[in-house]
């Protein structure tokens, strides 16, 4: 019995390490769709968002298959409960790629309006936070989490510039106005996996520093 | 103990539509703020929304502590995974309508740019989804889950149709740009706790019309 529980708990970790590089990767294509101005890429971001939507419904239903079956306790107990809540998140980071990708596809009806360097940093560091998060999961590390954390100030405030700089171009050029409305719309895109991303962390930290639950509240129940 | 856990169940739905209430009330309270310009209301939506905050918490502490101690099985355990994942977005509603609020304070700086119908039409559609898919949760109507699920079409098209106009509004008059900018971030924040409300719906679904789980992959563990 032991040693089976053991072999389900680490394949859920492989199955939510897998969802997290294919949420990874699909930010990483829509970004490449984007810089390569390449709709068929695009569209391809869209069709392999269905593999995170399904990966979410089979990490749920290992989840409660394992708390039904197992009765974990303690630490189990929250990474099990963790993992709902993470495979939500990376399914959400799905969602966000594809709409960097629609943004592509419009973008790519139009002349470049600058070369992109904010928008590829903005991603680069949303993908680092994706990969960490999942790590500090995996691997029980909540200082990475907390680094992860850290890290999102850097996204906002990319974004920030980013939308300050983009109004300026609209109020000098109203040709630009839907490119530059495009353009932000992937800034806030990344920026909200970075929020996902941000999310996960959070729900680390709480996993591996809270206090043990057993001991809260002992006069209830 | 059957009785005490009935209990705990019962205090765990009031929490849940306590959390609801609060969010509601913050989605209510930023579009206040808007609509009739009121900065110190919405600096309230953000000093209010702590309480959101510690109530995740509370909730996810409560239902880890009935998985450990009451080991549920069946309908109750599935009950229990979801109101963890629901009470996330219903954080995440809070801090769209805080979001709402910073754009509402933004707005109040230049002169109304034309009279408000839409957004608070959004507003009252993303309102009533949250109190139905709440209600869909705790009452176990799953009907109105879908219903709920539906509606968000409505509030995606009044999105896509403000857009679209403010976008003009923009191409025409360079000076409405930030506050074309500003009431497009409100619209698309209510989109999003449409989105939070439709994802609660769609777990609801699952949680009800999804097979028992015990009788999956019955060859497993």
């Known amino acids: 019995m032991e040693r089976h529980f053991d072999q389900e708990l680490s394949e859920l970790k492989e199955v939510l390490l897998r969802m997290a590089g294919l949420a990874e990767h699909g930010v990483a294509q829509s970004l490449k769709a984007l810089v390569q101005r390449d709709n068929s890429l695009a569209k391809k971001v869209d069709t392999d968002d269905v593999a995170l939507d399904r990966l979410e419904i089979e990490i749920d239903n290992r989840c409660i298959k394992l708390l039904a079956l197992r009765q974990p306790t303690a630490t189990d107990l929250r990474f099990i409960a963790m993992a709902m809540k993470i495979s939500s998140e990376l399914e959400r980071i ?45 691997y029980q590390k909540p200082d990475l989490a907390r680094a992860v954390i850290r890290r999102d100030q850097q996204v906002d405030l990319l974004n920030s510039q980013l939308h300050r700089e983009l109004t300026s171009f609209m109020i000098e050029d109203p040709h630009t106005i839907t490119r530059c409305l495009n353009l932000m719309s992937v800034a806030h895109n990344l920026e909200r996996i970075a929020d996902h991303a941000t999310n996960i962390a959070e729900d680390i930290v709480y996993l591996y520093e809270a206090r043990d639950i057993r001991h809260q509240n002992e006069s209830a129940g």
């Open 94 to 138: 799905g969602d966000q790629a594809v709409n960097i990708a629609h943004r592509a596809e419009e973008l790519s009806k139009e002349p470049l309006l600058k070369p992109l360097v904010d928008i590829p940093r903005m991603a680069e560091h949303a993908q680092g936070m994706i990969h960490d998060s999942l790590d500090a999961f995996v």
